[in-house]
């Protein structure tokens, strides 16, 4: 028989929902706005908004409701029923059981994951790593976070903080990252270290002939996604930062590779957005950081789900009887 | 009941034997030379010579014995029963099947594994690592070698080459590694690191007071011994030296705790019998180069086995029905 989830995703802006198969079958799609401003109490509000009206959908069309997933910033304590450590930019969640009230209020096993992690079950179940049993996904954005797969199941480590990959020493001694460490590789191969490469080429470009300097002269603020594209556009200055990108994310990579030997590498997060350019470029620069029999028979690629990898990790959550809030 | 292994541990100089319970009591210990310079066919017969007295004794004793459990240098293929890759200091060993040929001799299931991870898994089952779950075992020697437990089993990766932690890229752009890439862990914090540091320390140093200038004044070879003993004396260079050994095999043990959320790391080969004066400069840097949530509840320790840990490795392997020769 096929299994059904209702499944949420909460993001900063948007909090996302819909009902998903255990074959990955996506429908009746929902969206309300996050208002993460308006404090805890109304993101609350919002997530059993959402989880009604799709369970009264699935009510309608006579489907069983297996669970609720839910994907969310910050670490879940499945004893308390919500997180209670923090999450970034959504203060006061740590003090929210919401996996308890979502399920005192619609009695239906309620799970939920670090929304890092389910994006990486949710690739590696239906997006690019069905099939694979030994899965790394790393997503780049602000920071590196990290999914960790193997034998086709998701590794939390001994305490659940496992995955942290951003936070590998690729740099020991360089710039400090946000953690305190200096070197850490997200400080390089994430955003703030794209744009600190994109700065230190243009102080040292003299020509000033790069579409970059255009912007930036305007006034208008640069992003990673000017840099992708004046490259793209074949600009000489861009194609030397989108390589030095890809050799700084590289040096993680090859080091995830050379300690677990997994089958499959995904990139996924906002700056895996850029697409082939920055995919290839990474591509071209592992050879030079990782060990040629642990690299053998790996495959590279992005992320496929996009913005639904969300939804689909939280069905997998449910699927897969992982982080079942324990009443 | 209680099963027994023949378990036989393949070294540069011994081949070291013995008989090992599934509750860890070892017995019968036999030693020969491995007359590795006389070439793979002399290395074949001392291990049968060896097994086959195993064998003999267990039986006077009237011990049943489950299999033979090899720990060998290099990667085992078991469809060959043997290694196809090369082993350093054992030339021709890759292109002979010993598994086969011992199965073929003594009808008995033959395991075998690298000797490295069989360190790892022997020291997880019978040593420092009893009772734990998550453990990581660095192999701190000429190069730094890697054994990765995870929810209590040997992680391998996706075609066996999982756990190369020494090529972790910890000082990317630096040191060039016998690997071909530049900044690897073990160039930094493995022998040829540690004597780097010293000389670096010697050079600098321009009072020439310690106790290690005497040493190499009369040309004697530096060894880290010598750093450790001089450091463990007091000496102010020697201390220093140890410092910044610590500090840089802290940045890797940082970065696998940070990826794994191990319940405990273990520190091995032959560095770590410099003892607690090594693992205490170790632990002192662990918070510099590790997130705090990941770094809490991991106990950081040396090694227990010694050198009976391959040994013990080789009987895990026949337990845990690791790397069976498939005939």
Redesign the interface.
Known sequence: MIRHAVCLDLGGTNLKGGIVSDRGEFSHHQSLPSEVEKGPEQILHNLKTLASILLRDAEKDSIPIQGIGVSTPG?IDTDFGGLT?GAVNLPGWQNTPFMKVLFEEFHIPVFAHNDVTATALGEAAYGAGVGR??VIMASVGTGIG?G?I?NGKL???????????G???????GHMCN?G?KGCWEEYAALRGIMRTTQEHLDRDTRRESAIFSTRDKEEELTPRIVFDAAREGDRVALNIVDEIGSNTA??L???I??????MVIIGGGIAEAGDIYLNAIKTHIP????P??R???EIVLAKLGSKAGIFGASALVFGDINRYMR
């Open positions: 670490i450590g049993n030994h990290g960790i193997i590794y939390e480590g001994a305490t659940g903080y496992a995955g942290e990959i936070h590998i020493v690729t740099f020991a001694g953690c460490v040096v993680g090859g080091s995830l050379n300690i677990f030997d997994p089958d030079g950081w990782s060990l029999d642990s053998e028979g790996v």
